[in-house]
T-cell receptor, first 112, second 113 residues
Framework: SQELEQSPQSLIVQEGKNLTINCTSS?????LYWYKQKYGEGLIFLMM?????EEKSHEKITAKLDEKKQQSSLHITASQPSHAGIYLC????????????FGKGTKLTVNP | DADVTQTPRNRITKTGKRIMLECSQT?????MYWYRQDPGLGLRLIYY???????NKGEISDGYSVSRQAQAKFSLSLESAIPNQTALYFC????????????FGSGTQLSVL
């Protein structure tokens, strides 16, 4: 089974709406990473979370880590068309190994 | 210019052919990786290298080989391509001081007919 489950698999929202993407791990998390991928391009690093309860923000994107639940959420406030893309979470299984395993991704469409 | 450059961007080949995908980086990172991305399966690690003399298998290395020619260059080879190796391939780099913060190339779309 997939180690990292992302939900939803795809999401269509109207511009200006808030949204949340979840990433749940079936194993212990040593670090959780969020990446964004635009069509035809590589992944771009967004944020890294390492401690339970940690929360980070970048512009209108906020990510939180619930270590007990082995889950992370990515929240976008007042979505814009520029937020469209595929969001992937990645997890470090060994602590500092940098060998990330990734979820399958959540495809976000933002309609103007 | 991109920090992590992959060539070619697209490649169509036939079953049984030998293919090499190349990756070069100007970030000065020691660590380099090859991933493949398949619809519905996400990203999976093929090989990784933590320095020029270090090569390690990832979760799906069968059918692939790699060469770390220099700190800045890491190539992936398919000795005898097969159709189920059709995928989007990504090279990535990282700095040992920044954990899993990976820098990705733009990808190579490989189609094996």
């Amino acid at each position: 089974s997939q180690e990292l489950e992302q939900s939803p698999q795809s999401l269509i929202v109207q511009e200006g709406k808030n949204l949340t993407i979840n990433c749940t791990s079936s194993k212990t998390l040593y670090g959780l990473y969020w990446y964004k991928q635009k069509y035809g391009e590589g992944l771009i690093f967004l944020m890294m979370l390492q401690k339970g309860g940690e929360e980070k923000s970048h512009e209108k994107i906020t990510a939180k880590l619930d270590e007990k639940k082995q889950q992370s959420s990515l929240h976008i406030t007042a979505s814009q068309p520029s937020h469209a893309g595929i969001y992937l979470c990645g997890a470090d299984r060994q602590g500092g190994s940098e060998k990330l395993v990734f979820g399958k991704g959540t495809k976000l469409t933002v309609n103007p | 210019d991109a920090d992590v450059t992959q060539t070619p961007r697209n490649r169509i080949t036939k079953t049984g052919k030998r293919i090499m995908l190349e990756c070069s980086q100007t970030k000065g990172h020691d660590r380099m990786y090859w991933y493949r991305q398949d619809p519905g399966l996400g990203l999976r690690l093929i090989y990784y290298s933590f320095d020029v003399k270090d090569i390690n298998k990832g979760e799906i290395s069968d059918g692939y080989s790699v060469s770390r020619q220099a700190q800045a260059k890491f190539s992936l080879s398919l000795e005898s391509a097969i159709p189920n190796q059709t995928a989007l391939y990504f090279c990535a780099t990282s700095d040992y001081r920044e954990g899993g913060k990976l820098f990705f190339g733009s990808g190579t779309q490989l189609s094996v007919l």
